[in-house]
């Protein structure tokens, strides 16, 4: 079996994990949708995704259940019965051991914690085939695309945010951050908006820091946990210029990137009577997702005429 049969096999099990979440799922049932004995789909299993087949169950219907809580106000054995739990104690034992909180204080603080959201593995295998490219490289006869551009105002806000060492975008940043920090962002129930990676103004960046980091924006009267390793910032009100890419395949994320790049390079804004404002805020970037098209935004000031 070669790298692309075996991720595409896992996939297929976690996709089967997917669909059956709210079922009970044997691994005959899992090596079945992949297409291996199930001593050999749990072993390519773990390979890939560092989890069993049931430790990884468990740990996405946990964070399935958390945002339940987090949102709703249903009973906490009804949560438990739903994501196939036996019953309340094993799921609050289950659910105490993962996020080091109980459900019962959990619903009623909503602190931020390390939610699972795996990547799929096969998707995440090309991306990274075909992110072998520079991100600058251009591919001959390449199609012109469209880019959407609009301005925004943000609001006086404040961010919650992890900085790294060093790094100056996503990649390098998760090497010296690690991949956690997005899942427990995407827990905060009182974000404004989804989280976002972060290129900081000067003013911001603290010597020994990182100009890239990752965060998510939050109202000014936030005054839940701050977790630890993470800051709190106020962000004064700004206007952002929005450049938001063509939908485009997952796997061709680093092209789209790249297009957009290529696009804010050459753009004037003078065209729609703003000038950028750089220091006034962080530009960010969204989670590249191809249905929407990438998206990132600079902080821009009007002309006055």
Not at 59 to 85: C, E, G, K, Q, T
Not at 101 to 122: D, N
Not at 161 to 189: H, M, N, Q
Not at 206 to 212: P, Q, R
Request: negative net charge.
């Amino acid at each position: 079996m070669n790298q692309e049969e075996m991720k595409s096999a896992v996939q297929r099990m976690q996709e089967y994990i997917d669909t059956h979440l709210l079922e009970r799922i044997t691994l005959k049932q899992l090596s079945d949708s992949a297409g291996y004995s199930p001593w050999h789909a749990a072993r390519i299993f773990k390979e890939n995704t560092g989890k069993t087949p049931f430790d990884y169950m468990r740990s996405v219907r946990l964070s399935r259940a958390a945002l339940v809580l987090r949102d709703a106000n249903p009973r906490i054995i009804d949560v438990a019965l739903d994501f196939v739990f036996d019953s309340h104690e094993g799921f609050t034992r289950a659910f105490s051991k993962e996020f080091g909180i109980s459900p019962k204080r959990y619903r009623q603080s909503t602190p931020p914690i390390q939610l699972f959201l795996p990547e799929k593995v096969f998707d995440s295998y090309r991306a990274i085939q075909k992110g072998g490219m520079k991100m600058n490289e251009k591919k001959a006869e390449k199609k012109t695309k469209s880019i959407f551009v609009q301005v925004i105002e943000r609001p006086a806000r404040k961010v919650l945010l992890k900085r790294g060492i060093r790094a100056t975008e996503y990649f390098g940043y998760c090497e010296e951050v690690g991949c956690d920090v997005w899942p427990l962002l995407t827990s905060v129930k009182e974000a404004l908006y989804e989280p976002v990676g972060m290129w900081l103004p000067k003013s911001l960046i603290k010597e020994g820091t990182s100009e890239y980091v990752q965060g998510v924006e939050l109202p000014l009267d936030y005054g839940n946990q701050i977790p630890d390793g993470y800051e709190l910032m106020e962000l004064p009100p700004c206007m952002m210029m929005i450049f938001q890419g063509e939908p485009y395949d997952d796997e061709d994320f680093m092209e789209a990137i790249d297009e957009v790049w290529q696009h804010i390079e050459k753009f004037d804004p003078e065209i729609y009577g703003y000038q950028w404002n750089r220091e006034a805020a962080p530009r960010f970037q969204l989670a590249p997702m191809g249905y929407r098209g990438y998206i990132e935004a600079i902080p821009v000031a009007a002309l006055h005429k």
